[in-house]
């Protein structure tokens, strides 16, 4: 029996733990799968300063400006929140940081919770940050660590690559103890930290300085193993997946080196493909390696053939079958191991749904009507990023574009000036004070004659259901000081919600300017969290026709039909919210059981 | 590899498979599925045990099959080694669309004919299923690694530890004699 093989615990935990053993304080971020539980963790530390942003950039800025105090600081975001933070992540590797500055990216290759799959690697060719990339739970926890000792030592910002099958992959990991927390003290220095030109020049002097220094320090971030006229780079988790195979067809004869710093690539890696012919390297997305390998042995005048992503292509997650595909093409080999090939699997696909209960369904369905009503037809629904984008699926159909967090306001703009029909822009409560607001302000600005439906369930419901500043701030309140001159609000699951969706219509083709409806229901996750069903929704056969309407139409996964197309409800999955009562033209569809203690208000919370 | 639908309780089973043989001292890698994926669509988990160094179960090397909904069972069987055991729910759902039908059991135990399926009517047998399918599991493969009560310390509540015994009871009637064949 082996022991100390450490504690059971996903690779954000491990992260969390990470930071903590290298004095993390401040530590701000934004919800983004495979990002959450990192900042999830920190939070159950009383003793340092955890929270979640509004947004990335704030969630950024926060880590920055606590750094700039001297604290230890980290931010985490997804791929694509890196891209909101971007314009202070550049600025910051200008300045360079006090204290330490980690900045975790979690990507998605194979978008299993995505709107892409861009390489964040990028940023850090681009801002001269060093990118660090952890292979399994373990490495993430330890190069944690040395992230924030690369960036304590430089002074300046290190970003940790993490992905899904790190990030989401539970396996054990021994932790490094965890040290006091490190604060800072106000400190002034404007003339590093306030980027005017003058300044500017002056540090980007500094930067290309400590990007020498940073060159040196990652050397110890390349290792190999083996001997051999070909060598295999394994970068980040492909690293594991090249082991894997290399061990499994036996091959003695190849170097195997592993790459944990991507970006600048350790020129040290030069002296271990000294005696190599030919090199392949193993990344996932895109090239970032390769490419810095390649011009390094333009550099040296070294004479080596180097493949990549010629072999092993740009999309998708890496797994043992990719990698073994490409090693044995490198290799020349017969794929001796027959690998069952993807069978046409012939099941119909089951797409994510709305939960029973889920306030955005009945939004849906009392949206299309009250268009109806207020006579806007063939209408452009702008969509954005939450629970919500299943509105794409038939039979609501209800999100034309989804672009990324906040964009609804901002295409429907678009799509106005450029057709002058009246879109819908529909966004959730965190995306909208995520990046809804400055594009509130535009519409109001620019009189952007548009009905924003705002779908306020009061958590970040998508991600695990994070709090969101509804919490503390009124929609309607935000958007009347915005200067939005029509605010109603209106329950999803009341049929009358359709009467101030048309009403709202009427006046936005009026006045021509924006109208913002706020639908106001609780997500219903967060109502069974705190209040344990008692009641169930039960369809009256006699009285049931049929009609479709409940089932393909409304799509509660607990309404299903049976072969004489009449409805029944799941007993097991109804929660018992009522919300399909209304929906069915029959009346056919009753509550049974008494309401819980506490049930209306949990839903309006 | 388990299988099913989100909001079944996929990762929990997972996750509490990782536990037992992490409680044993083996090395476990379990890969998850967070997020937007968890809700209503098709969800699997990868556990992997013993001595590896990746998540993902590469294709045609599951030993085991977790399916807590059937149709689930047949977007895996590319993960599925010839001699394979699938632990099958029979039980079907159609995704929450409009106008889609339910797979029927039996079209789905017709596709799996050539590996060896124990079918477990989880509604059937009292409690949660997927603490009912661990219990399956434990008695046909699981005996020589692990313990019943390293199960049943790993599981939170009374329900899940009476479902993890009902299932195995279940499975040692049911199939005892074929496991012994």
New interface residues.
């Given amino acids: 029996?082996?022991?100390s093989?450490g504690r059971?615990m996903?690779g954000n935990e491990a992260i969390a733990y990470g930071a903590l053993a290298s004095g993390v304080s401040v530590a701000a971020g934004y919800p983004g799968?495979?990002s959450?539980?990192i900042i999830e963790t920190l939070l159950r530390f009383k003793d340092i300063y955890a929270e979640w942003s509004s947004n990335e950039k704030v969630a950024f800025e926060t880590a920055f400006g606590a750094s700039m105090m001297g604290a230890r600081a980290l931010v985490t975001m997804k791929h694509v929140g890196m891209n909101v933070a971007s314009d202070s992540i550049m600025s910051s590797s200008y300045s360079g940081v006090n204290g330490a500055l980690v900045i975790v990216s979690a990507s998605d290759p194979g978008m299993?919770?995505s709107q892409s799959e861009q390489d964040t690697r990028h940023y850090g060719l681009m801002g001269m940050i060093p990118v660090i990339e952890p292979h399994?739970p373990q490495s993430a926890h330890d190069l944690t660590v040395e992230a924030f000792s690369l960036s304590h030592k430089v002074g300046h910002p290190v970003i940790l690559l993490t992905n899904t099958?790190i990030s989401?992959?539970?396996?054990?990991v021994n932790l490094i103890p965890f040290q006091k927390p490190v604060y800072g003290s106000l400190t002034k220095n404007p003339f590093k930290f306030s980027l005017v030109p003058e300044v500017s020049r002056k540090d980007r002097e500094e930067q290309l300085r400590r990007w020498e220094r940073i060159k040196g320090e990652v050397n110890r971030m390349v290792e190999s193993k083996g001997e051999g006229k070909v060598a295999i780079v394994g970068v980040g988790?492909s690293f594991?997946?090249a082991?894997?195979v290399v061990e499994s067809l036996g091959l003695d004869n190849v170097k195997l080196i592993k790459v944990s710093c991507s970006v600048p690539l350790p020129e040290r890696i030069k002296d271990m493909l000294n005696d190599v012919e030919q090199v392949l390297v193993l990344e996932e997305l895109d090239p970032i390696v390769e490419t810095q390998l390649k011009s390094l042995i333009v550099d040296e005048g070294m004479s080596l053939k180097v493949k990549g992503k010629s072999l092993t292509g740009y999309t998708g997650e890496m797994?043992?079958?990719r990698a073994?595909e490409a090693i044995s093409k490198f290799l020349g080999l017969e794929p001796g191991l027959r690998?069952?090939?993807?069978?046409d699997?012939?099941?119909?696909?089951?797409?994510?749904?709305?939960?029973p209960g889920c306030p955005h369904r009945s939004s849906f369905f009392f949206l299309k009507k009250g268009l109806t009503l207020g006579g806007l037809n063939n209408v452009f629904f702008s969509g954005d990023i939450g629970?919500y984008?299943?509105g794409v699926?038939?039979?609501f159909n209800e999100q034309d574009s989804l672009i990324s967090m906040g964009s609804s306001l901002g295409i429907a703009n678009g799509v106005y000036r450029s057709t002058k029909s009246i879109p819908v822009a529909i966004i959730g409560d965190s995306t909208f004070f995520h990046t809804g607001l400055p594009a509130l302000a535009n519409a109001v600005y620019n009189k952007l004659p548009v009905l924003v439906l705002v779908l306020d369930n009061r958590s970040t419901a998508?991600?695990?259901q994070q709090p969101s500043p509804s919490t503390s701030i009124e929609i309607e309140s935000a958007a009347k000081g915005l200067g939005v001159k029509y605010v109603d609000v209106g329950d999803p699951f009341d049929p009358s919600f359709s009467k101030v969706v048309a009403r709202a219509v009427e006046w936005v083709k009026k006045n021509l300017s924006p109208a913002v409806v706020v639908a106001k229901r609780a997500c219903a996750l967060e109502v069974l969290d705190k209040v344990k069903p008692t009641q169930v929704a039960v369809v009256d056969s006699e009285r049931c026709t049929g009609c479709?309407i409940c089932?393909?139409?409304f799509?509660?996964?607990a309404i299903l039909k049976l072969e004489n197309k009449k409805a029944v409800i799941n007993q097991n999955e109804c929660i018992g919210c009522g919300a399909c009562v209304p929906v069915c033209p029959y009346k056919a569809i009753t509550l049974e059981g008494e309401k819980p203690e506490g049930w209306d208000e949990a839903w309006r919370n | 590899m388990i299988a099913g639908i989100g909001g079944q309780g996929v990762v929990t089973t997972g996750r509490m498979i990782a536990e037992v043989f992490n409680l044993k001292g083996y090395k476990v890698f379990e890969a998850e599925t967070h997020g937007l994926a968890q809700r209503g669509g098709a969800v699997n988990v990868h556990v992997r045990i013993g001595d590896v160094n990746t998540p993902l179960i590469p294709m045609g090397k599951a030993d085991i099959l977790i399916s807590l909904e059937a149709t689930e069972a047949l977007r895996n069987i590319q993960f599925l080694s010839k001699e394979a055991k699938i632990f099958l729910n029979t039980f079907t759902k159609p995704a929450s669309l409009p106008n889609v039908k339910a797979v029927q059991v039996s079209e789905v135990v017709e596709r799996l004919r050539n590996w060896q399926v124990f079918q477990v009517d989880c509604e059937k047998i009292h409690g949660k299923c997927n603490s009912v399918m661990l219990g399956c599991l434990y008695q046909a493969s699981l005996k020589q690694y692990v313990e019943v009560k390293d199960f049943l310390s790993v599981m939170k509540d009374e329900t899940n530890r009476n479902s993890f015994l009902s299932g195995l009871k279940y499975f040692s009637q049911a199939y005892e004699q074929e496991v012994r064949v």
């Fill in positions: 029996m082996q022991v093989l059971l996903i799968t495979p959450t539980e299993w919770s399994d099958r989401h992959v539970r396996a054990q988790i594991a997946y082991k894997e797994t043992y079958e073994y690998l069952n090939e993807s069978p699997l012939n099941v119909p696909s089951r797409p994510p749904a709305m939960c629970c984008s299943l699926l038939p039979p998508m991600t695990g479709t089932y393909d139409h799509t509660c996964p």
